[in-house]
């Protein structure tokens, strides 16, 4: 079974411009969740879709965000770009099954670099 | 205010001992926890995770202890390997349908052959 995938590997930006940031999950999973990792805060929770619903949100600024296909592949936008959103973005998927927390799978990550 | 705590940045153990990594948290609410292992240009890989309703939980050569009183975690890999060289990260969650868990800032092992 093909892991999950994100795309791209890597971005360059400037600040100011947008960016969007594609995930598809292991196949069957309708659970999609994306997380900022950075040096100094670590691994944050930006959002979580499933089935084309957003189900759970953290703390970000309204400059993140994202939205699930049908077929359960999600985006993810940052618009006006600052040079703290230079991080590694990892998505991950799980089957979401209702009333657990099942295990989530991450994808390798898009690094983006904000100049 | 960091919600899950792993206080040691990095640890350095020898091949063949047992390497303990802590993680300690402060919400009361949290009721489910795991652990992910991230090599350098790759996303974390799920280790091990325990619920609050036991206090240990084995797979190999992981184990996980809960201290739900005191709010820590460990896991301990015994006996460590290099490959197990890597960052580890602890993670917990109110364990209801969303995925939004919280991680600590990670604990960077090394085995040294």
């Known amino acids: 079974k093909a892991g999950v995938t994100q795309t791209p590997r890597y971005l360059i930006k400037t600040r100011g411009q947008q960016v969007t940031l594609s995930c598809s999950p292991i196949?069957?999973?309708?659970?999609v969740s994306w997380y900022q990792q950075t040096p100094g805060q670590g691994l944050q929770f930006l959002f979580e879709y499933f089935s084309e619903t957003q189900r759970n949100k953290g703390n970000f600024p309204g400059r993140f965000s994202g939205r699930q296909f049908s077929n359960s592949r999600s985006e993810m936008n940052v618009s006006t770009l600052e040079l703290g959103d230079s991080a590694l973005y990892l998505c991950?998927?799980?089957?979401?099954?209702?009333?657990?927390?099942?295990?989530?799978?991450f994808g390798p990550g898009t690094r983006l670099t904000v100049l | 205010d960091q919600q899950v705590k792993q206080n040691s940045p990095s640890l350095s153990v020898q091949e063949g001992r047992i390497s303990i990594l802590n993680c300690d948290y402060t919400n009361s609410m949290f009721d489910y926890f795991l652990w992910y292992k991230k090599y350098p240009a790759e996303g974390p890989t799920f280790l091990i995770s325990i619920s609050s309703i036991k206090d240990k939980n084995e797979d190999g050569r992981f184990t996980v202890f809960l201290n739900k009183s005191a709010k820590h975690l460990s896991l301990h890999i015994v006996p460590s390997q290099p490959g197990d060289s890597a960052v580890y990260f602890c993670?917990?969650?109110?364990?209801?349908?969303?995925?939004?868990?919280?991680f600590g800032p990670g604990t960077r092992l090394s085995v040294l052959p």
């Open positions: 196949s069957g999973h309708r659970s």
């Open positions: 991950a998927s799980s089957q979401g099954l209702a009333g657990d927390t099942d295990t989530q799978y």
């Open positions: 993670a917990a969650s109110r364990g209801n349908y969303g995925q939004n868990f919280v």
